[in-house]
């Protein structure tokens, strides 16, 4: 099977991240599953740095919904890596993040993922509309 395009060029806000010596299984590279930290990690530093996402107070809350991993080259520990994240569709209370994990200084995605929020009352569980500053970072992400 032909590995997809996963450019760098087509996402929009990047994560810096160093992996850390507990990323490594024992296969000497990064577990499979640290890369949905990765991605949650990315998403939720810039929902909370762009779009004033309260993680510990605020009314509304995202709850991950639905996930999914493609793996293309192995990374491990020491390698810088960088988290591209765009937004594939953004619904009234849901949103579908795209990510991609890209070694530091490469083009082509080492992996590439997506996962879906739906935003909720904290208090009720219930899906609510994405509140505007969320939106407005959310939709600075959006690719055609």
């Not at 992996?19 to 930290?37: A, E, K, M, P, Q």
């Not at 779009?51 to 639905?66: K, M, Q, T, Y």
């Not at 879906?116 to 055609?144: C, E, G, K, W, Y």
Request: glycine share 6%; hydrophobic share 40%; aromatic share 12%.
């Amino acid at each position: 099977m032909q590995q997809p395009q996963h450019l760098r060029e087509h996402y929009r806000h990047f994560l810096p991240i160093t992996t850390r010596w507990h990323d490594n299984d024992l296969y000497g590279h990064v577990n499979n599953v640290t890369y949905y930290s990765y991605f949650d990690s990315a998403v939720n530093t810039y929902l909370i740095e762009v779009g004033g996402l309260d993680i510990h107070r605020g009314e509304v809350v995202g709850f991950v919904v639905s996930s999914s991993c493609d793996y293309f080259a192995s990374i491990a520990f020491p390698e810088r890596i960088e988290i591209g994240l765009r937004v594939g569709n953004l619904g009234n209370s849901s949103v579908q993040y795209e990510l991609a994990v890209f070694k530091e200084g490469e083009q082509q995605a080492c992996a590439a993922g997506r996962f879906v929020h739906v935003f909720v009352d904290r208090s009720s569980n219930r899906p609510v509309a994405i509140p505007q500053t969320l939106r407005l970072a959310m939709d600075a992400l959006r690719v055609p």
